[in-house]
């Protein structure tokens, strides 16, 4: 560990610290809610590091998997903790806006700098996943859009909101595990055989840069110990349940002092937040060109998210305080229904320019701002 890495998790354990010294003591609402959102991203950057670490022993698949798993753990806090407290707008909008913030703006801004780091300005990763995510995300898009037309036009499904919603959970779950056990399976090693999606890169005759590796290839030896490793995911999985939880509490105040919606503060704030993991993870991984675990990173997340945490919370919040269903605002929908199409339009043929990502960044601005004025 490089004495920048544990400087780093000094200062997140301490901002921790600081979160509950500030969520239990009289300290202004703007100033806990600030503490407690750095504080859940720098945990989020801690399940990451660890993440890393533990995945160098796998595939990208296996990895981004492990980093998306792991990295959803803020989102899947945020939103229980705000059912059991009522707080509706704000676990919706916390999950629709980790699917459109993974979608568009990491992914977005991950093709913009892989983009620019490849020699021809085009960012190369194998079509698999990209094509799994879409449609997985159109399988849960399906049943929202369905569930939005019925409660618009009145009909008599409409006032069965949630048996659908716990039918449908049900379909997506095993959808989900239908995919990710082959998925899982087909990894290879780092360095076991050519990178996957390496049969659709072009003939790279010149010499590359040597400072940093072109894609996934070769092999990593991880440089933490497993015990370790284990032990700060551990340790960030617990703090961040406890920082959700402080999270969830300052946020009200807060938004009633810097008078901002809930819709808002759920789509963007939550989101970006408790995103850190993909946030930082794919940009990072983007800018050495490893193009196909920078995207493994975050198409998985989106994919998890959309089809194991959404279902997943629908059904838990059932023994909750307030009921989750798939029963979205008319604007959340469509966003949802344009994004998957816009996903699959972007990075379904394997490949994307920088302006695709630049177009991805722009759908998430202009959707924000929506949000804002809500």
């Keep these: 560990m490089t004495p920048l890495e544990r400087s780093a998790l000094l200062a997140i354990a301490v901002l921790t610290a600081l979160a509950g010294v500030a969520n239990y003591g009289s300290w202004t609402p703007v100033l806990r809610f600030a503490i407690a959102t750095v504080a859940l991203a720098g945990l989020a950057w801690v399940v990451s590091f660890a993440t890393e670490q533990l995945g160098e022993r796998f595939g990208p698949g296996v990895t981004g998997m492990l980093q998306s798993t792991l990295g959803n753990l803020p989102e899947l806090f ?66 929202i859009v ?52 390496a049969s659709e890169l072009p003939d790279r005759s010149e010499p590359a840069d040597a400072s940093e590796p072109a894609h996934d290839a070769g092999p990593r030896e991880p440089r933490l110990s497993l015990r370790l490793t284990l032990s700060l995911l551990v340790a960030g999985g617990v703090a961040s349940a406890f920082v959700s939880d402080w999270f969830v509490d300052g946020l009200e105040p807060a938004i009633s002092v810097l008078h901002i919606s809930q819709a808002f503060a759920g789509l963007v704030i939550v989101a970006i937040a408790g995103n850190a993991v993909e946030n930082t993870a794919g940009l990072v991984l983007a800018y050495k060109r490893r193009s196909d675990l920078a995207i493994s990173v975050v198409k998985n997340s989106v994919a998890q998210i959309a089809a194991f945490l959404f279902p997943v919370l629908v059904l838990v919040s059932f023994a909750l305080k307030t009921t989750l269903t798939f029963a979205l605002a008319p604007v959340y929908i469509g966003a949802l229904a344009l994004t998957a199409l816009s996903l699959w339009q972007v990075t379904g043929d394997g490949e994307a320019a920088e302006f695709e990502g630049w177009a991805l960044v722009a759908l998430y601005v202009i959707l924000a701002t929506f949000t804002l004025y809500e």
């Design 78 to 143: 945020v939103v229980i903790f705000a059912l059991q407290k009522g707080e509706l707008v704000v676990a919706q909008t916390a999950i629709v806006g980790s699917v459109l913030a993974n979608a568009l703006l990491v992914l977005g801004l991950v093709i913009v700098v892989g983009a620019r780091r490849s020699p021809d300005g085009l960012m190369r990763f194998s079509k698999r996943l990209p094509n799994d995510t879409a449609t997985l995300l159109q399988v849960t898009v399906f049943i």
């Design 146 to 197: 369905l569930l939005g037309l019925s409660l618009a036009s009145h009909d008599p499904a409409s006032h069965h909101v949630q048996a659908i919603s716990i039918v449908g959970a049900i379909c997506l779950l095993i959808v989900y595990m239908t995919w990710v056990v082959p998925y899982l399976r087909s990894d290879e090693l780092p360095g076991a055989s050519e990178p996957p999606g």
